[in-house]
């Protein structure tokens, strides 16, 4: 067994227990994201809340794509300044 086969090993085993992870706790990471970006919006006196928006949307939509939250129905709902 080669170095790059085990390399691709550990990867395979950091990228599944990485799903687990979504899959568990999925919404709570998507709570994680709304909390963060409604901080970061503070802090930066609402001057980047498109970006700060666009950004969480981005972050729980692939989160979703993971199956990890049903954020569905809060879809769009980004911080509120």
Known sequence: ???LDKVRGSRS???QQAEQVVE???????TGLEKTGEA???VTGGR????I???VTKAKERLDQS???DTDKNKGAGPTP
């Open 40 to 42: 970061v919006s503070k």
């Open 24 to 30: 568990q706790h999925g919404d709570k990471i998507a």
């Open 48 to 51: 980047f809340d498109d970006k």
């Open 1 to 3: 067994m080669s170095l």
């Open 53 to 55: 928006d666009k950004g």
């Open 13 to 15: 085993k950091a990228k």
């Open 67 to 69: 199956g990890g939250s």
